[in-house]
Nanobody, 123 residues
Framework: DVQLVESGGGSVQAGGSLRLSCTFS??????MVWFRQAPGAQREGVATIDSGGGVRRYADSVKGRFTISKDNVKNTLGLQMHNLKPEDTAMYYC??????????????????WGQGTQVTVSS
């Protein structure tokens, strides 16, 4: 099994920045991902990174504002968020899988999830 623990959430005003971290117990061979889920909404993929950190993908809604990173020595996954907007308000989760990922922004692809960290952006 892989254990994931998120941290770094909080409340900020629009235009502010936050950095989320996810500590994982061991690396997997494939992708790690950040998802978010707002109340009443489906869980959506935010950003993903491959095992070596060379391939990164982002949801259109966060491109240019969010940056995903991975430190394989410290076993941490990061999400730097700038220019936050009220619509970024959600619970943010990190996730990974020991299987090959066919569709990175489909939540059902991942079997390991953290407990989530709340991000609230006020206008």
């Amino acid at each position: 099994d892989v254990q994931l623990v998120e941290s770094g959430g909080g409340s900020v005003q629009a235009g502010g920045s936050l950095r989320l971290s996810c500590t994982f117990s061991r690396s997997t061979s494939y992708y790690m991902v950040w998802f978010r889920q707002a109340p009443g909404a489906q869980r959506e993929g935010v950003a993903t990174i491959d095992s070596g950190g060379g391939v990164r993908r982002y949801a259109d809604s966060v491109k240019g504002r969010f940056t995903i990173s991975k430190d394989n020595v410290k076993n941490t996954l990061g999400l730097q968020m700038h220019n936050l907007k009220p619509e970024d308000t959600a619970m943010y989760y990190c996730a990974t899988s020991r299987r090959y990922i066919f569709n990175w922004n489909r939540a059902s692809e991942y079997e390991y999830w953290g407990q989530g960290t709340q991000v609230t952006v006020s206008s």
